[in-house]
């Protein structure tokens, strides 16, 4: 009888080797995952065409309409620039899982020839196995085997990563429901908008730093609603309400409410189409009693705000909300209850990463009143100011670039106060308002101006600290002050509209009073607008007066609208767009 030692032969000699079946196994499963990347890769390259994206060839549509307009010319490479990367690099993608897949089917292929042709080496001298040895066989080809699928796991999950985010959600969402977009339109690649961005939408009451001036000049003077002479389109809104509308690319903002509902609307504005309307729902913290407000305010006076990345609202129950631009809230919260005789109705401004906000109420001297800015992200308090001494009042703020900093102005009675946006800390403050302060502050001409009805209009310098009341308001005036709409600056002038249906207007610098002109059946609420050399005054009954800018008064046009206006407009390429008490309007010139 032979000894049981000389049967070297391990008890799994007669099938496949562990370490070469783990191997094949990992390998194909590698192979299989590269193929179905490829797969997805393939078709939504075939699904994408970049020379017929719908944003590409309305912009360029429009630029044969316009061939002097470079900002046009810049959109167009952009958006040309990106599109053209975006393809390359599912071209690119191809390439690289195509390399991959040949060295996955290498390895299995290797793997499964060892494991089935593996030849045994004539052995040299007797070899006695124990389990302590076939363990730390096993173990070795386990460590093998796992290294192996880490690094071809690592490599598939890059790919994946890689190939799902070949093009923007955004941009993609935007192609397939709308068929069109603008460049703003592009799913954004930082957290907050360049300057540049801002300036070419219309992201704010009264658009860029709530100035009321637009940047294109190629709008129309003249229009009816009745015989549909340059009205693109007219959509319902479902709430009426006195906000004005705010746009970012192909979108147009817009919010409404009752005692029990707050919604937001977004509506294409090439089309006129209602794309999605969401409710901001009951938040904790809410007063369940709804705030008391005037019939024209209504419960949701206060214009939204647009950063390009979401949409934000504020309500007169101080409910804050902030949607995705596919309708997704992001976030919501209640800012508690206010103290005010009728509801909050100051509008919005965003700050890089931040939603500022003005929070006056109360007496003044109960320490209430306070701006915030919340974290645009998520809706966390970034910066709260220290209490500020004043009353209850429905201004609304603007951010102003002096040329050496940035600073938020916000006006209520009696001061006009100057922040650091990026902290909340106070950098001066002017006495010039009295009583209930409701027309915005403006920036022109290097000046501050404010105005209220009663009281007075005042031009500040703005590069003061501390109480500089007695050192930078430059001039002061009585005339023609407006009781809601809010003065514009064109640079060399400042024009005031009041509820009486009077204009005025003054010389910038100096504060000479230019002109004034008292129109019949005329009443202003609505805010002027500077377009070009024209300015755009919408009347209550909708009737709009358009002159040119100048030293003297000169009527070019009035255009009807056939509905009453209590908002402002917002400015595109070649549009306007305004809210009349039921409906969107969007203005245009047709081609003939």
């Keep these: 009888m032979q000894p049981a030692t000389q049967n070297s032969t391990s008890p799994t000699a007669g099938h496949w080797p562990q370490a070469q079946v783990r191997t094949a196994i990992v390998a194909g499963a590698f192979c299989v995952i590269i193929a179905a990347l490829m797969l997805i890769n393939h078709l939504q390259s075939r699904s994408f065409d970049p020379l017929a994206a719908p944003e590409l060839v309305r912009m360029k549509a429009s630029l044969v309409q316009n061939p002097d307009d470079e900002a046009l010319k810049k959109q167009v490479r952009m958006v040309d620039y990106n599109l053209r990367r975006h393809h390359s690099r599912h071209i690119l993608l191809a390439e690289r899982a195509g390399l991959l897949l040949i060295v996955g089917a290498s390895v299995f292929l290797f793997a499964v020839q060892s494991a089935i042709y593996r030849r045994k080496l004539p052995k040299t001298q007797k070899t006695e196995r124990t389990h302590e040895t076939e363990d730390h066989a096993a173990a070795t080809a386990r460590l093998g085997v796992a290294m192996l699928g880490v690094m071809l796991g690592a490599a598939a999950w890059a790919m994946a990563a890689e190939t799902t985010t070949l093009i923007p959600a955004q941009t993609a969402k935007a192609a397939a429901t709308t068929g069109t977009a603008a460049a703003g339109s592009l799913a954004p690649t930082t957290p907050f908008p360049t300057p540049e961005e801002l300036k070419q939408n219309w992201p704010r009451f009264r658009g860029p730093s709530g100035s009321g001036i637009s940047a294109y000049?190629?709008?129309?003077?003249?229009?009816?609603?009745?015989?549909?002479?340059?009205?693109?389109?007219?959509?319902?809104?479902?709430?009426?309400?006195?906000?004005?509308?705010?746009?970012?690319?192909?979108?147009?903002?817009?919010?409404?409410?009752?005692?029990?509902?707050?919604?937001?609307?977004?509506?294409?504005?090439?089309?006129?189409?209602?794309?999605?309307?969401?409710?901001?729902?009951?938040l904790p913290g809410t007063?369940?009693?709804?705030?008391?407000?005037?019939?024209?305010?209504?419960?949701?006076?206060?214009?939204?705000?647009?950063?390009?990345?979401?949409?934000?609202?504020?309500?007169?129950?101080?409910?804050?909300?902030?949607?995705?631009?596919?309708?997704?809230?992001?976030?919501?919260?209640?800012?508690?209850?206010?103290?005010?005789?009728?509801?909050?109705?100051?509008?919005?401004?965003?700050?890089?990463?931040?939603?500022?906000?003005?929070?006056?109420?109360?007496?003044?001297?109960?320490?209430?009143?306070?701006?915030?800015?919340?974290?645009?992200?998520?809706?966390?308090?970034?910066?709260?100011?220290?209490?500020?001494?004043?009353?209850?009042?429905?201004?609304?703020?603007?951010?102003?670039?002096?040329?050496?900093?940035?600073?938020?102005?916000?006006?209520?009675?009696?001061?006009?106060?100057?922040?650091?946006?990026?902290?909340?800390?106070?950098?001066?403050?002017?006495?010039?308002?009295?009583?209930?302060?409701?027309?915005?502050?403006?920036?022109?001409?290097?000046?501050?101006?404010?105005?209220?009805?009663?009281?007075?209009?005042?031009?500040?310098?703005?590069?003061?600290?501390?109480?500089?009341?007695?050192?930078?308001?430059?001039?002061?005036?009585?005339?023609?002050?407006?009781d809601v709409s809010s003065p514009l600056c064109d640079g060399k002038r400042v024009y005031l509209a009041t509820s009486a249906g009077q204009i005025t207007c003054f010389e910038a610098t100096k504060g000479k009073k230019l002109w004034e002109k008292e129109l019949d059946n005329m009443s202003f609420k609505s805010s002027p607008a500077l377009a070009g050399d024209k300015v755009y005054i919408f009347g209550d009954k909708g009737a709009c007066v358009v002159l040119q800018a100048g030293d003297t008064y000169k009527e070019v046009a009035r255009a009807e609208l056939g509905e009453e206006v209590l908002s402002s407009p917002a400015f595109a390429d070649g549009r306007i767009y305004i809210r009349g008490k039921k409906s969107l309007f969007c203005i245009g010139s047709k081609a003939k």
């Design 217 to 282: 000049a190629n709008v129309p003077t003249t229009w009816n609603a009745k015989t549909g002479e340059n009205i693109l389109w007219k959509a319902p809104v479902p709430i009426i309400g006195p906000n004005s509308p705010v746009l970012w690319g192909n979108r147009v903002f817009l919010a409404g409410a009752v005692e029990k509902k707050r919604e937001v609307y977004c509506y294409d504005a090439t089309s006129g189409k209602l794309l999605w309307q969401k409710q901001v729902g009951d």
């Design 287 to 482: 007063d369940p009693e709804a705030p008391q407000v005037m019939d024209e305010g209504g419960f949701a006076p206060s214009t939204m705000a647009t950063d390009g990345r979401r949409v934000y609202a504020i309500f007169t129950n101080a409910d804050v909300a902030a949607f995705d631009y596919n309708g997704n809230r992001v976030w919501a919260r209640n800012l508690g209850k206010f103290d005010d005789s009728y509801g909050h109705a100051s509008s919005l401004e965003t700050y890089r990463d931040k939603l500022l906000i003005q929070l006056d109420q109360g007496t003044g001297k109960d320490g209430k009143s306070k701006v915030i800015a919340l974290e645009t992200a998520t809706g966390n308090t970034a910066w709260e100011s220290a209490p500020r001494p004043v009353p209850g009042s429905w201004s609304s703020p603007i951010l102003i670039n002096t040329g050496q900093r940035d600073l938020f102005i916000v006006a209520a009675k009696p001061w006009v106060m100057a922040y650091d946006p990026a902290t909340g800390k106070e950098i001066w403050r002017a006495e010039a308002l009295s009583g209930e302060v409701t027309p915005s502050p403006v920036f022109g001409a290097g000046l501050l101006f404010t105005a209220i009805e009663g009281e007075k209009l005042a031009a500040i310098k703005p590069d003061g600290s501390g109480d500089v009341t007695k050192t930078h308001v430059v001039w002061s005036a009585e005339d023609g002050l407006p």
